[in-house]
């Protein structure tokens, strides 16, 4: 089995900065793709950041240029650094790893969320 905690949200005024982290750890052989995704209320789960496989970096337009997503491999950690927050980041964030476990079964894991609060 396989378990990711986030950690790192909280209240922060309108402007400011958090960061974001997430820690994989159980039968880890390998992780693929690894992505951020936020839902406000009443909204849909939404793709903030992501890396690929490939390694290639992928943002929502509305985050581009302040949000900042990269990986620490050899700690199965992602990270998500938010800048210049506004009000409408306002969202619970969860993580998302594709994992390769050892019996080499290949499966997308969620975070259990965390929030984040952006007040003008």
């Known amino acids: 089995q396989v378990q990711l905690v986030e950690s790192g949200g909280g209240l922060v005024q309108a402007g400011g900065s958090l960061r974001l982290s997430c820690a994989a750890s159980?039968?880890?052989?390998?992780?693929?793709?690894v992505g951020w995704y936020r839902q406000a209320p009443g909204k849909q789960r939404e793709l903030v950041a992501a890396?690929?496989?490939?390694?290639?970096?992928n943002y929502a337009d509305s985050v581009k240029g302040r949000f900042t997503i990269s990986r620490d491999n050899a700690k199965n950690t992602m990270y998500l650094q938010m800048n210049s927050l506004k009000p409408e980041d306002t969202a619970v964030y969860y993580c998302n790893a594709d994992v390769t476990t050892y019996g080499l079964v290949v499966s997308g894991y969620w975070g259990q969320g965390t929030q984040v609060t952006v007040s003008s």
């Open positions: 890396i690929t496989s490939g390694g290639r970096l």
């Open positions: 159980g039968s880890i052989f390998s992780i693929n793709a």
